[in-house]
């Protein structure tokens, strides 16, 4: 452990250990992008980086960041860098690469070295030196994984079948096609009545985040503030709803519907949803109700109000951002819901969304169709969670701390 905390051997580490994350990272995202064959040279990446490193370490300057990114730029440029395009890539492009390249490396390198002495070091600076690196390998490793699907999924819906049957691994995206790009879209919304879709499934996650904070509000109350026979098992079993697997429920929901008449119609939906969402709406909402503090709602008892008074006049108000976070919890749920709504709905008229992809996933639809599918149905829940998610990581973390 002492030769690593030496800064020389740690920046060698370091550099070859981000050029090579990089080389990956970047090969990949060309690839992507352009839909030209690009792919990353380790051990080019390994003894690259290892050699930048100590350089970078003495200073991130002009000179040492030019010193640094020029021969990675130009060797990349000449096919001998981390990252090497294929024959097809023109000279701009891999003139491009090369800068993409040469700038990540600094932008990644010179951050993560920065405390760290050309010679013996103390952990403390050894230590934030790989934790700087290893938080750097996990945004990039997380957003790849999120990326990289959703990428495919949306390239995928912009393509006729016959461009798919000629590349299936060309995931760039052809500008000059225009309107045509969206096309399979527009598709959707006047032949595959996607716009009622969405009318429905918006409506049913509304209906059923109203109807699980109706039930919630007061159970987790109860839960929290009151004293009574079972209290203790009652908080305990909660959760035990939500842990049992819905595919077990599925034939008695199914036979006990069709027998009541529930299947395929709204009403059914609505009332089983809520059955899902309540248990996990109680658990969240009580965390929080118990962390508020009990002297003013006691104070508002002394006052005159009644309990459902306090729940309303003051308990709610402190609670907005709990119930932000569970109500946005609640609609994603209910939003992406696939088994109980496939297994209900048969009535087109009355699709959810997912029911209505589900649809799409035929021989006779073309593939970019149901792509396009799941691109209509993702975006609109993935703008809503990072519009409100400050609220759910505060209604979250604001029940954690007592008092």
Same mark, same amino acid.
């Given at each position: 452990?002492?030769?690593?905390?030496?800064?020389?051997?740690?920046?060698?580490?370091?550099?070859?250990?981000?050029?090579?994350?990089?080389?990956?990272?970047?090969?990949?995202?060309?690839?992507?992008?352009?839909?030209?064959?690009?792919?990353?040279?380790?051990?080019?990446?390994?003894?690259?980086?290892?050699?930048?490193?100590?350089?970078?370490?003495?200073?991130?300057?002009?000179?040492?960041?030019?010193?640094?990114?020029?021969?990675?730029?130009?060797?990349?440029?000449?096919?001998?860098?981390?990252?090497?395009?294929?024959?097809?890539?023109?000279?701009?492009?891999?003139?491009?690469?090369?800068?993409?390249?040469?700038?990540?490396?600094?932008?990644?390198?010179?951050?993560?070295?920065?405390?760290?002495?050309?010679?013996?070091?103390?952990?403390?600076?050894?230590?934030?030196?790989?934790?700087?690196?290893?938080?750097?390998?996990?945004?990039?490793?997380?957003?790849?994984?999120?990326?990289?699907? @959703?990428?495919?999924? $949306?390239?995928? *819906? =912009?393509?006729?079948?016959?461009?798919? %049957?000629?590349?299936? &691994?060309? !995931?760039? +995206?052809?500008?000059?096609?225009?309107?045509?790009?969206?096309?399979?879209?527009?598709?959707?919304?006047?032949?595959?009545? @996607?716009?009622?879709? $969405?009318?429905? *499934? =918006?409506?049913?996650?509304?209906?059923? %985040?109203?109807?699980? &904070?109706? !039930?919630? +509000?007061?159970?987790?109350?109860?839960?929290?503030?009151?004293?009574?026979?079972?209290?203790?098992?009652?908080?305990?079993?909660?959760?035990?709803?939500?842990?049992?697997?819905?595919?077990?429920?599925?034939?008695?929901?199914?036979?006990?519907?069709?027998?009541?008449?529930?299947?395929?119609?709204?009403?059914?939906?609505?009332?089983?949803?809520?059955?899902?969402?309540?248990?996990?709406?109680?658990?969240?909402?009580?965390?929080?109700?118990?962390?508020?503090?009990?002297?003013?709602?006691?104070?508002?008892?002394?006052?005159?109000?009644?309990?459902?008074?306090?729940?309303?006049?003051?308990?709610?108000?402190?609670?907005?951002?709990?119930?932000?976070?569970?109500?946005?919890?609640?609609?994603?749920?209910?939003?992406?819901?696939?088994?109980?709504?496939?297994?209900?709905?048969?009535?087109?008229?009355?699709?959810?969304?997912?029911?209505?992809?589900?649809?799409?996933?035929?021989?006779?639809?073309?593939?970019?169709?149901?792509?396009?599918?799941?691109?209509?149905?993702?975006?609109?829940?993935?703008?809503?969670?990072?519009?409100?998610?400050?609220?759910?990581?505060?209604?979250?973390?604001?029940?954690?701390?007592?008092?």
């Amino acid at each position: 452990m002492s030769v690593l905390r030496r800064g020389d051997v740690a920046a060698a580490l370091l550099g070859a250990a981000w050029m090579a994350v990089l080389a990956v990272t970047v090969a990949v995202a060309l690839s992507f992008a352009t839909g030209a064959a690009c792919r990353p040279v380790l051990w080019l990446a390994l003894l690259i980086g290892a050699a930048a490193g100590p350089v970078l370490l003495r200073g991130t300057g002009f000179w040492p960041s030019f010193a640094v990114g020029l021969p990675i730029g130009l060797l990349t440029v000449l096919g001998l860098g981390p990252v090497a395009p294929g024959p097809e890539v023109g000279p701009i492009a891999r003139t491009i690469v090369g800068v993409v390249v040469a700038v990540a490396a600094w932008a990644a390198l010179a951050p993560t070295l920065r405390g760290l002495a050309p010679g013996p070091n103390d952990r403390h600076p050894f230590e934030a030196s790989v934790i700087r690196f290893l938080t750097g390998f996990g945004y990039i490793f997380f957003t790849a994984i999120v990326a990289i699907p @959703f990428w495919v999924m $949306l390239m995928t *819906s =912009f393509k006729t079948r016959a461009e798919q %049957v000629a590349n299936p &691994l060309d !995931f760039g +995206i052809d500008l000059s096609k225009g309107r045509d790009l969206f096309r399979s879209y527009e598709e959707l919304f006047t032949q595959f009545d @996607f716009g009622l879709y $969405l009318l429905n *499934s =918006f409506g049913i996650s509304v209906v059923t %985040v109203l109807v699980t &904070l109706l !039930f919630a +509000i007061p159970g987790a109350y109860a839960v929290a503030r009151l004293r009574f026979k079972g209290q203790a098992a009652f908080s305990r079993g909660i959760l035990l709803i939500y842990m049992v697997p819905m595919i077990v429920l599925a034939l008695p929901i199914y036979i006990a519907f069709s027998v009541t008449g529930l299947r395929n119609t709204y009403v059914g939906i609505l009332l089983i949803y809520p059955v899902t969402t309540i248990p996990v709406a109680l658990y969240m909402l009580q965390g929080y109700f118990r962390g508020l503090p009990a002297e003013v709602e006691e104070a508002g008892l002394m006052d005159g109000l009644s309990r459902l008074a306090v729940i309303w006049k003051i308990t709610l108000p402190l609670s907005l951002p709990a119930l932000a976070s569970v109500s946005l919890y609640v609609f994603m749920i209910a939003w992406n819901e696939f088994l109980l709504a496939f297994m209900l709905l048969d009535d087109p008229s009355k699709f959810t969304l997912t029911r209505g992809i589900a649809a799409l996933n035929s021989s006779e639809i073309p593939r970019q169709h149901l792509m396009a599918g799941s691109v209509i149905a993702t975006v609109p829940i993935m703008a809503l969670f990072l519009g409100l998610e400050r609220f759910m990581t505060k209604g979250l973390a604001a029940g954690s701390v007592k008092g």
